[in-house]
């Protein structure tokens, strides 16, 4: 139903994927890692040998048009990007395909889907870009309130509808994509300038039903501080809340659907705040004796009031591994820009910030220094990394990534307890010795964003059991150390034990009375966030 179509196994579309280049760079690394020749590899069925079950349930007529039983369709909504998507969909399990994809194009459809799906007891799994890392659009289906599953996919509502120049926001539908979001709103001279990884094979939607992350590294660091309003289809009715650039009459509307991951209803427009598009720039590359160095800078930073749009730091291992840094040296990635005023005065005192703390620039420069040296190099294998997966999983090798958040003064101690209970538990899982390593995707003036990379050598049929022990351990360490377990990624159905233990049970208990309101035959996305 589209013409670039996605893959439905692997990142991107059909036929994107990395060099021969990079992957010879990426297995060097990893047989560097695990003194191995070569890996264990096996081979990952075609679309073509991919078994699905019959249909359990067929559209109507009037539904018909949007709707399609088609083998691509089902199997590309199957799952999204996390390691155990994609070990399942290597072994060709699609068990859990839709029965039914719906690709609406109105909120009229939106609902008629949702009426038909309540009829016939089908589940119902919003469905954006499919780019979930933590099993956010899996569809369930329980065989007794759910005997179906339908995935609900918008694409087709795709179009800026309407720009405010005078208030710099817009309206925009909730399928549109990444690219052709900014696309439509160049011609005005605006962005939204939020890019999350993900920013290509991702939408609107999906960013604002999961709490998205965006490049900002301060300031505006979720889809959160750009939402004006929205308009939200349910099954119990269409609710839209008042356009403003903020209030106080009592909780936020907007709020209870941030982060509700399809739950509560399908977000189908947003009014959105923009930005001019910058044209003043300023951007380093710093290096540090160690992480916790270069963290002090960044708290100094942050402090400063500074709001760098760019402040990330990878520890000496992270650096090294994306070819950022030779080894031994922390790497922050800085940067600042701006429509309106030029940057330098904010460089420099950041740079002053930096060297207080043992910071040497690499290089600092206007203009595209973000794109040269270790930045730029950081830069491109940040958006090349999740093309690795589709050729690391089939050679048994166990590589993911966990984010969260902890306040300055429990940094230190908490990233080192994390760092070794992941590290103990990759070898009692494997019986092997992996690595771990740390970066910051996001700071604050209270605190950073840690974002932890493990990577393991597994084995071919154990390969979901020794993910979950690490999962498991990693989770259970920076829960009981006080994060958050997760900062940008969302819950889904992997984070949910951890979630339900991070949050009050009195929320807990508040969240599913709007769920029965809402979504009274516990439809919606079944098994995220909480139970029907």
């Known amino acids: 139903m589209t013409d670039a179509r996605l893959k439905h196994y692997g990142w991107g579309r059909e036929g994107e994927g990395m060099s021969a280049e990079e992957r010879t760079f990426v297995l060097g690394r990893y047989r560097a890692k695990f003194a191995a020749d070569e890996f264990d590899t096996i081979p990952v069925p075609p679309l073509e040998d991919v078994a699905l079950r019959q249909p359990r349930v067929t559209p109507p ?15 590309a909504h199957t799952y999204g990007k996390s390691y ?32 038909w799906a309540g009829a016939v007891g089908a589940s119902l799994t919003p469905f954006g870009g499919g780019s979930s890392v933590c099993g956010g659009v899996e569809p369930r289906i329980d065989g007794i309130r759910h005997k179906a599953a339908v995935t609900l996919d918008l694409r087709n509502l795709s179009r800026v509808v309407e ?22 709103l160049k011609p005005h001279g605006f962005t939204l300038r939020h890019f999350p990884q993900s920013f290509e094979y991702s939408t609107l939607g999906g960013w604002i039903a999961t709490r998205s992350g965006g490049h900002f590294a301060t300031l505006y660091t979720h889809i959160d501080d750009f939402v004006e309003n929205l308009r939200v289809v349910t099954p119990a009715g269409v609710l839209e809340t008042r356009r403003l650039p903020g209030s ?16 509560l209803g399908v977000i189908s427009r947003a009014w959105m705040r923009l930005q001019s598009r910058p044209t003043y720039r300023a951007g380093a590359s710093v290096r540090f004796p160690s992480l916790f160095a270069a963290a002090r800078a960044v708290r100094a930073v942050a402090q400063a009031g500074l709001y760098p749009s760019n402040c990330r730091v990878l520890d000496p291992q992270e650096a090294f591994n994306t070819g950022a840094a030779e080894g031994g040296v922390a790497i922050m990635v800085l940067a ?4 309106d005023h030029p940057v330098e005065a904010w460089m420099a005192r950041a740079l002053e910030c930096c060297a207080d703390h043992g910071g040497t620039p690499e290089s600092a420069n206007a203009g595209e220094a973000h794109l040269q040296g270790a930045a730029g190099i950081w830069r491109n294998a940040f958006i090349r990394m999740p093309y690795a997966r589709e050729f690391l999983t089939p050679a048994g090798l166990i590589n993911d990534t966990f984010e969260t958040a902890i306040t300055w ?24 010795a992996g690595e771990v390593t740390c970066r910051f995707t996001h700071v604050y003036p209270d605190g950073p964003a840690p974002y932890f990379t493990f990577h393991a050598l ?19 360490a920076l829960i009981a150390a006080g994060g958050t377990i997760t900062h940008h990624h969302a819950v889904g159905r992997d984070h949910r034990p951890w979630y339900d233990r991070q949050r009050p049970e009195l929320f807990a208990a508040a969240l599913r009375a709007a769920k029965r309101e809402l979504d009274p035959q516990g439809m919606l996305n079944p098994g995220v966030l909480i139970d029907p």
């Open 163 to 184: 720009v405010d120049p005078t208030s710099r926001a817009a309206l925009i539908e909730a399928g549109i994509y990444g690219p052709s979001l900014e696309s439509q």
């Open 84 to 115: 155990p998507d994609y070990v399942r969909a290597m072994l060709g399990d699609y068990d859990c395909a839709p029965d039914v994809v719906a690709y609406p194009r109105s909120e009229a459809e939106i609902s008629a889907v949702m009426d």
């Open 248 to 263: 106080g009459a009592g909780p936020s509307p907007d709020r209870m659907f941030i982060g509700s991951e399809g739950i």
């Open 61 to 75: 007529a009037s539904l018909a048009a949007f709707c399609t039983t088609e083998r691509y369709d089902r199997a």
């Open 458 to 476: 597994g084995r071919h049929g154990a390969l979901l059991e020794q993910w979950q022990a690490i999962k498991n351990a990693a989770s259970d």
């Open 336 to 339: 600042f820009e701006s429509g």
């Open 409 to 432: 003064d429990r940094f230190e101690e908490f990233h080192d307890k994390v760092k070794a209970a992941t590290e103990r538990a990759i070898v009692e899982a494997t019986g092997v």
